[in-house]
């Protein structure tokens, strides 16, 4: 949860929202954002109306013909009759009534046609808002325009209306002359019209720039010395336009970039889809980007045929009831527009969802400017009051909408909302509290007792601030009110509260300024308190005295370096401290030395290191409340758009594959190139979050995998499957454990490979094959019996498995715990009748105990620095947490017991750090099989300890500890399961004393 969906609905406003800080949206600007830049010689653009600027009459006349069953070109043989004295020229010359002109146009039409034609429904289509609405390509480059300091002039043939009034649908502002033939009596191609506009602009026929789609407008300004341009095509016209000016025309869509891969829309259905809606013919592609924001529910930019529209979906998958309603904000702003609330245009909702693949809605994108500091620097202060009188004014509209009127009547309960506010806050404060607050719990009783008597119910917006405002580019008016997400009915103080709380916070505050993600812990908990003590002051002001005896509450100290629990800022969870070390060597940048702390790697790894844990801290830790909510929603089984949108910044970064080790990969063609000892230390930092592994493509069991396809694939079978799971398109699995045989003795497994015309054929019953569920998963990794007769350790072979092959049958998801850890989950799964070719063999048959061996090594020393980030993890929660919690009168850490747990669990940490660092460093040193012994004692030594550690912090947190609001019972889960991965614990006692007897007696 961002910061400022959580400083939203209370009256009160700071307190609750400051005890949730997270990290803001930095910078939000939206899809609606405005920009500029540029330059050019020329001093004024001349702009036709028609054709130019808004649809041609003979364009809206085509379409028109055609859904009316009139001959084709009957409007425009109409238009031309009679030249210069025919009724359409004298309507423009505003010689005739609209009226005189309808009722001769509509004989010239039916004596062409031989049919009646209603003239009237297509005056009425051709001036109507629908039709006659400025493409927004000429609107932006309008902007552009002047905002270079160039002028701009409207130079049309337009008529009078019925009213009296001309007809130009266009914002006269944007223009500094505008021309119309109606008024002036005098029509292009006259040249008179053309020189009585370049005299209201005070310049020469060389200075301008004009532009009409019809060719004798065009060659009449030529011949006057006017540089043209024949407008077929807006979009092409402006390109043109550019190269004149030598600056663009068109503003940088923000935030958005190419649509990823697993974020993509049929665009062939779409298009077709628009092209109806819009009532469009005309060609050319449809451009389309993906918005950065918009996780919950994806948000596109889309252009076709001179539209701009931004389109927001429900993400694929089964969704919760309630969840991504995307129906109910196209409701909302639909029914605000029409109460004269300005809010983007929505345009239609498609719930078909055979469309795009889910339901969806369209509203046309709008260019303006936002302001995303509220101190609005380097405005004068009467500014800063008109944009701020804006913002009021626009608030009383949407609290003076008559719901009832509108439609909304059942858009939310009625009554009781600031309560309920109140007590929400006050149960999501208790459920992340890491300290004691005074001023919290002052509010906390206070808040309750002094409720408003009575509510107003009123549509609110209920995230109303400055940056959640679209201005116009030039003049303080308030374009479209966007993020409506949190809508509802309920009290408008509430809104008033949220818009308000700019003044009273410093203007360096970080939540203001789009900084809280980048705040340190430490900040974090003065912004609290800062926060809780400014609310404090507002219920003192406003007459309470009941506390005025108390005395001040002496806070809990709080270590702010440990990651605290599931609502803070985020910081470095679990943070290791050591004695400083000095500069390292050439030695320590050496394969194989053993480094005990990141302190002492090599440079360049050290800033790696440092890199991943700024983007843990800035990404990954602010992520897990949502990422949370996606895993034990309906839609877990989809994979979290948080999730691959924080692949690609992760990509973006440098923190990639960073898990192959050097000697597997020397030339550092696939991966970081890193050591077995320099990743260790990065694996600890991603175990402290059960979701980074997957995030830096650095998860089980696509990490052994992608290992075992480098050591030992072909070039054929590298291009098939290990480059789309380095690039992270695709995942996989590995089918080895069977349910009626002990399959930690590979020797064991049954499945059966035979060979049959020229394919291998599968018949097995596996389980426990972790990702298999994913919809991501693309290739199954399958070990099986080729030679039952075979020497013991060479009847196993390797096959690479295309999923989509006929005969995979997923019998059922298996959990672990209760957790089913969606959506790769784990199956139990049949292999009938499966038919892959042979080249799908890894290195030969009888080599799949070899490869076996060779692909568990480096995955152990990741399982087991993992669990020592769990363990980390863990501690700190620990600690945090007998720090703020009271039993029997007094704080927990004052409990011997507890203290007691701490230091044991410190001690194990190390121990088991330690040895697991020692069997990395053999493994680089002299090889993976003659660090054998070490390898299995970091598997018998790691799992337990962390199951132990994580124990402990649960006891400490009481139930708390087995919810999912904080990480412990999902690491507890893992620790337990880890200690039959790769082998159960007495396998590896078994190994270790068989070693130990072998070699050291």
């Given at each position: 949860?961002?910061?400022?969906?959580?400083?939203?609905?209370?009256?009160?406003?700071?307190?609750?929202r400051?005890?949730?800080?997270?990290?803001?949206r930095?910078?939000?600007q939206?899809?609606?954002?405005?920009?500029?830049?540029?330059?050019?010689?020329?001093?004024?653009?001349?702009?036709?109306?028609?054709?130019?600027?808004?649809?041609s009459?003979?364009?809206?006349a085509?379409?028109?013909?055609?859904?009316?069953?009139?001959?084709s070109?009957?409007?425009?043989?109409?238009?031309?009759t009679?030249?210069?004295?025919?009724?359409?020229?004298?309507f423009?010359?505003?010689?005739?009534?609209?009226?005189?002109?309808?009722?001769?146009f509509?004989r010239?039409?039916?004596?062409?046609?031989?049919?009646?034609v209603?003239v009237?429904?297509?005056?009425?289509?051709?001036?109507?808002?629908?039709?006659?609405k400025q493409?927004?390509?000429?609107?932006?480059?309008?902007?552009?325009?002047?905002?270079?300091?160039?002028q701009t002039?409207?130079?049309?043939?337009?008529?009078y209306?019925s009213?009296?009034?001309?007809f130009?649908?266009?914002?006269?502002?944007?223009?500094?002359?505008?021309?119309?033939s109606?008024?002036?009596?005098v029509c292009?191609?006259?040249?008179?019209?053309?020189k009585?506009?370049?005299?209201?602009?005070?310049?020469?026929?060389s200075?301008?720039?004009?532009?009409?789609d019809l060719g004798q407008?065009?060659?009449a300004a030529?011949?006057l010395?006017m540089?043209?341009?024949k407008?077929?095509?807006?979009?092409?016209?402006?390109?043109?336009?550019?190269t004149?000016?030598?600056?663009?025309l068109?503003?940088?869509?923000?935030?958005t970039?190419?649509?990823?891969?697993?974020?993509e829309?049929?665009?062939?259905?779409?298009?077709?889809?628009?092209?109806d809606?819009l009532?469009t013919?005309t060609?050319?592609?449809l451009?389309?980007?993906?918005?950065?924001?918009?996780?919950?529910?994806?948000?596109?930019?889309?252009?076709?045929?001179?539209?701009?529209?931004?389109l927001?979906k429900?993400?694929?998958?089964?969704?919760?009831?309630?969840?991504?309603?995307?129906?109910r904000?196209?409701?909302?702003?639909k029914?605000?527009?029409?109460?004269?609330?300005p809010?983007?245009?929505?345009?239609?909702?498609?719930?078909?969802?055979r469309?795009?693949?889910?339901p969806?809605y369209?509203?046309?994108?709008?260019p303006?400017l936002?302001y995303?500091d509220p101190?609005?620097?380097?405005?004068?202060?009467?500014?800063?009051?008109?944009v701020?009188?804006?913002?009021?004014?626009?608030?009383?509209?949407?609290h003076s909408?008559?719901?009832?009127?509108a439609?909304?009547e059942?858009?939310g309960?009625?009554?009781?909302?600031i309560?309920?506010?109140?007590?929400?806050?006050?149960k999501?404060?208790?459920?992340?509290?890491?300290?004691?607050?005074p001023?919290m719990?002052r509010?906390?009783?206070?808040l309750?007792?002094?409720?408003?008597?009575q509510?107003?119910?009123?549509?609110?917006h209920?995230d109303?601030r400055?940056?959640n405002?679209?201005?116009?580019?030039?003049?303080?008016?308030?374009?479209a009110?966007?993020d409506?997400?949190?809508?509802?009915l309920?009290d408008?103080?509430?809104?008033?509260?949220y818009?308000?709380?700019?003044?009273?916070?410093?203007?360096s505050?970080?939540i203001?300024?789009g900084?809280?993600?980048?705040?340190?812990?430490?900040?974090?908990?003065?912004?609290?308190?800062?926060?809780?003590?400014?609310?404090?002051?507002?219920?003192?002001?406003?007459?309470?005295?009941?506390?005025k005896g108390?005395?001040?509450?002496?806070?809990?100290?709080?270590s702010?370096?440990t990651?605290?629990?599931p609502r803070?800022?985020?910081?470095?969870?679990?943070a290791r401290?050591?004695?400083?070390?000095?500069?390292?060597?050439s030695a320590?940048?050496?394969?194989g030395?053993?480094?005990?702390?990141p302190?002492?790697?090599?440079?360049?790894v050290?800033?790696l290191?440092?890199?991943?844990?700024?983007f843990?801290d800035?990404?990954?830790?602010?992520a897990?409340?949502?990422?949370?909510r996606?895993?034990?929603?309906?839609?877990r089984?989809t994979?979290?758009?948080?999730?691959?949108?924080?692949k690609?910044k992760?990509?973006?970064?440098?923190?990639?594959?960073?898990?192959?080790?050097l000697?597997?990969?020397?030339?550092?063609?696939?991966?970081?190139?890193?050591?077995n000892?320099?990743?260790?230390h990065?694996?600890?930092?991603m175990?402290m979050s059960?979701?980074?592994?997957e995030i830096?493509?650095?998860?089980?069991p696509?990490?052994?995998?992608?290992?075992?396809?480098?050591r030992?694939g072909?070039?054929?079978?590298?291009?098939?499957?290990?480059?789309?799971?380095l690039?992270g398109?695709?995942?996989?699995?590995f089918?080895?454990?069977?349910?009626?045989v002990?399959?930690s003795?590979?020797?064991?497994?049954?499945?059966?490979?035979?060979?049959?015309?020229?394919f291998y054929v599968?018949?097995?019953?596996k389980?426990?094959?972790?990702?298999?569920l994913?919809?991501?998963?693309?290739?199954c990794v399958?070990?099986?019996k080729t030679?039952p007769?075979?020497p013991?350790?060479?009847?196993?072979?390797?096959?690479?498995?295309p999923m989509?092959?006929?005969?995979?049958k997923?019998?059922?998801?298996?959990?672990?715990?209760?957790?089913?850890?969606?959506?790769?989950?784990?199956?139990?799964?049949?292999?009938?009748?499966?038919?892959?070719?042979?080249?799908s063999m890894?290195?030969?048959?009888g080599?799949?105990f070899?490869?076996?061996?060779g692909?568990?090594?480096?995955g152990?020393i990741?399982?087991?620095?993992?669990?020592?980030?769990?363990s980390?993890?863990a501690?700190?929660l620990?600690?945090a947490r007998?720090?703020?919690?009271?039993?029997?009168?007094?704080?927990?850490?004052?409990?011997g017991?507890?203290?007691?747990?701490?230091?044991?669990?410190?001690?194990?940490i190390?121990?088991?750090r330690?040895?697991?660092?020692?069997?990395?460093?053999?493994?680089?040193?002299?090889?993976n099989?003659?660090a054998?012994?070490?390898?299995?004692?970091?598997?018998m030594?790691?799992?337990?300890?962390?199951?132990r550690?994580?124990?402990?912090?649960?006891?400490?947190?009481?139930?708390?500890g087995?919810?999912?609001?904080?990480?412990?019972?999902?690491?507890?889960?893992?620790?337990?399961?880890?200690?039959?991965a790769?082998g159960?614990?007495e396998?590896?006692?078994?190994a270790v004393?068989?070693?130990e007897?072998?070699?050291?007696?």
């Open positions: 949860m961002c910061l400022r969906r959580l400083f939203r609905s209370s009256h009160l406003h700071w307190a609750w400051a005890a949730f800080l997270k990290h803001s930095c910078g939000h939206g899809p609606w954002r405005w920009t500029h830049s540029g330059g050019g010689p020329y001093r004024a653009v001349i702009f036709d109306m028609g054709g130019v600027l808004i649809p009459p003979g364009k809206v085509a379409e028109w013909e055609v859904q009316n069953h009139i001959p070109g009957t409007i425009l043989k109409a238009l031309i009679g030249g210069e004295n025919g009724p359409w020229l004298k423009m010359r505003g010689e005739i009534t609209k009226e005189d002109f309808l009722q001769e509509r010239i039409c039916s004596e062409i046609s031989n049919t009646s209603p009237d429904n297509f005056f009425s289509l051709l001036t109507s808002e629908q039709v006659a493409f927004p390509v000429m609107t932006e480059a309008i902007i552009q325009i002047r905002a270079k300091g160039l002039a409207v130079l049309s043939n337009n008529f209306l009213n009296g009034k001309s130009l649908p266009l914002d006269r502002k944007q223009f500094d002359v505008v021309v119309e109606c008024v002036e009596g292009k191609p006259d040249h008179r019209i053309y009585l506009c370049l005299e209201r602009l005070g310049l020469q026929p200075e301008s720039i004009f532009l009409d407008n065009v060659k030529a011949s010395g540089r043209t341009i407008v077929n095509d807006p979009e092409a016209a402006v390109k043109e336009l550019e004149l000016l030598g600056f663009t068109r503003t940088v869509i923000p935030n970039h190419p649509v990823r891969k697993t974020m829309i049929p665009k062939d259905s779409l298009e077709k889809y628009l092209r809606l009532g013919q060609t050319g592609p451009e389309l980007l993906q918005f950065d924001h918009g996780q919950s529910n994806p948000t596109y930019y889309i252009k076709l045929a001179g539209h701009q529209l931004v927001r429900k993400p694929p998958g089964t969704l919760l009831p309630s969840a991504h309603a995307v129906e904000e196209f409701r909302i702003m029914a605000l527009a029409s109460a004269g609330v809010v983007p245009k929505v345009l239609d909702l498609c719930e078909d969802s469309v795009i693949g889910t969806f369209l509203m046309e994108y709008c303006g936002i995303k101190s609005l620097p380097g405005l004068e202060p009467s500014q800063r009051r008109a701020y009188a804006a913002m009021n004014r626009v608030l009383c509209k949407i909408v008559d719901f009832k009127a439609g909304l059942d858009y309960k009625h009554g009781d909302y309560p309920r506010q109140v007590q929400t806050w006050i999501q404060y208790r459920a992340s509290e890491t300290s004691t607050i001023a719990e509010l906390i009783e206070w309750p007792l002094h409720l408003p008597r509510e107003k119910i009123t549509v609110v209920g109303f400055l940056d405002l679209l201005f116009h580019p030039e003049k303080t008016e308030v374009l009110v966007f409506w997400e949190l809508s509802t309920g408008p103080l509430s809104d008033v509260a818009s308000c709380m700019a003044h009273y916070l410093p203007p505050f970080p203001l300024r900084q809280a993600s980048s705040a340190t812990a430490e900040q974090s908990g003065k912004m609290t308190e800062f926060m809780s003590d400014l609310a404090w002051e507002f219920a003192v002001k406003e007459g309470f005295r009941i506390f108390m005395p001040a509450t002496k806070p809990l100290t709080r702010y370096h990651w605290a629990g803070s800022l985020p910081s470095t969870p679990g401290s050591y004695i400083p070390l000095p500069e390292p060597s320590h940048a050496s394969k030395a053993l480094v005990i702390s302190e002492g790697l090599s440079p360049p050290r800033e290191y440092e890199r991943l844990k700024q843990m800035r990404h990954v830790y602010p897990e409340p949502e990422l949370r996606h895993q034990a929603s309906a839609e089984w994979p979290s758009p948080l999730v691959e949108d924080l690609e992760a990509k973006a970064k440098g923190l990639w594959n960073l898990f192959l080790p000697e597997t990969d020397p030339e550092r063609k696939y991966g970081a190139g890193l050591t000892v320099e990743y260790a990065l694996c600890e930092l175990g059960l979701y980074a592994p830096f493509n650095c998860s089980a696509d990490t052994g995998n992608m290992e075992l396809l480098v030992y072909t070039e054929e079978q590298k291009a098939r499957w290990l480059t789309p799971l690039e398109k695709a995942r996989s699995c089918a080895m454990t069977e349910p009626q002990a399959s003795d590979a020797t064991n497994i049954e499945s059966s490979i035979r060979e049959e015309d020229g599968i018949n097995g019953h389980w426990w094959i972790s990702g298999i994913d919809p991501r998963c693309q290739l399958f070990m099986g030679d007769h075979a013991r350790h060479q009847q196993q072979s390797v096959l690479l498995v989509d092959t006929p005969g995979i997923v019998i059922r998801p298996l959990t672990v715990y209760g957790l089913d850890d969606a959506p790769g989950g784990h199956g139990e799964v049949l292999f009938e009748q499966v038919r892959v070719p042979k080249e890894v290195l030969g048959p080599r799949g070899e490869i076996a061996q692909r568990l090594g480096p152990r990741h399982h087991c620095m993992r669990l020592i980030g769990h980390e993890r501690l700190a620990m600690k007998v720090k703020s919690r009271v039993a029997f009168g007094k704080p927990l850490v004052e409990q017991t507890l203290l007691a747990d701490i230091a044991q669990s410190r001690v194990e190390e121990q088991a330690l040895l697991v660092l020692k069997a990395a460093h053999l493994m680089d040193v002299v090889g099989k003659a054998a012994l070490d390898i299995a004692m970091i598997k030594v790691a799992p337990s300890m962390a199951y550690v994580i124990d402990r912090a649960i006891q400490a947190f009481g139930a708390a087995l919810s999912g609001d904080y990480p412990l019972a999902q690491f507890f889960a893992w620790a337990r399961a880890l200690r039959f790769d159960p614990d396998v590896h006692r078994a004393a068989k070693m007897l072998k070699n050291r007696i």
